[in-house]
Nanobody
Framework: QVQLVESGGGLVQAGGSLRLSCAAS????????MGWFRQVPGKEREFVAA????????YYADSVKGRFTISRDNAKNTVYLEMNSLKPEDTAVYYC?????????????????????WGQGTQVTVSS
């Protein structure tokens, strides 16, 4: 079965950096667009970034644009989220997600229901 396993979360001071990884198994990774979402208690899951199957197109939430970078290595079945200039409001559980959907647009990329597969999440805490 499909498994997505996130890693790389932790505690960091404001202004610092973290790199999240998501290792995928049980699927043909290059056939899946990948997304990162985040969630804080009591709030809905929020879109962070997405990348198309071949990595040719990326999408970002306005709140992270210019600070976060999504990338993928199809040979390693892994997607990454490089997070720089972190702010306390970036504190959340970060989730990796996968979809076979073709033609991912910014409208579909940011919709959680478009992704049938999800990881368990990794906690990111940014202290002020």
């Amino acid at each position: 079965q499909v498994q997505l396993v996130e890693s790389g979360g932790g505690l960091v001071q404001a202004g610092g950096s973290l790199r999240l990884s998501c290792a995928a198994s049980g699927l043909t990774f290059s056939r899946y667009a990948m997304g990162w979402f985040r969630q804080v208690p009591g709030k809905e899951r929020e879109f962070v970034a997405a990348i198309t199957r071949n990595g040719g197109t990326t999408y970002y939430a306005d709140s992270v644009k210019g600070r976060f970078t999504i990338s993928r290595d199809n040979a390693k079945n892994t997607v990454y989220l490089e997070m720089n200039s972190l702010k306390p409001e970036d504190t959340a559980v970060y989730y990796c997600s996968a979809t076979e959907r073709r033609g991912l647009s910014i409208y579909t990329a940011r919709t959680p229901h478009e992704y049938p597969y999800w990881g368990q999440g990794t906690q990111v805490t940014v202290s002020s």
